[in-house]
């Protein structure tokens, strides 16, 4: 019902930034809330940010508050990641997710994105 596209991924060096992008489509009228979540080699999935379509509430792991903000066009159905300071530590496969208003989960995922930061 919802498909997810991202891009964006890639290799950067520490310090440096990216923009991650993910455009939906299909019944994205029925999308509540937008998330990034990451895996890194040897750990669990983890969530990175988050909001809502509405635009009323955002969220932000701690590892990277203040480095890493989410956003969203609505015109263009697309939200992203801006990461900015980036560490070798971010290093992760990157998925989008959507879940829908009625869900009590994130039931959609894009393909994942590398992000790779050297040293």
């Known amino acids: 019902q919802v498909q997810l596209v991202e891009s964006g991924g890639g290799l950067v060096q520490a310090g440096g930034s990216l923009r991650l992008s993910c455009a939906a489509s299909?019944?994205?009228?029925?999308?509540?809330?937008m998330g990034w979540f990451r895996q890194a080699p040897g750990k669990e999935r983890e969530i990175v940010a988050s909001?809502?379509?509405?635009?009323?509430?955002?969220y932000s792991a701690d590892s990277v508050k203040g480095r890493f903000t989410i956003s969203r066009d609505n015109a263009k159905n697309t939200v992203y990641l801006q990461m900015n300071s980036l560490k070798p530590e971010d290093t992760a496969i990157y998925y989008c997710a959507a879940r829908l208003n009625w869900a009590s989960n994130y039931d959609y995922w894009g393909q994942g994105t590398q992000v790779t930061v050297s040293s």
């Open positions: 909001l809502s379509w509405s635009g009323d509430s955002t």
């Open positions: 299909g019944r994205t009228s029925s999308v509540l809330r």
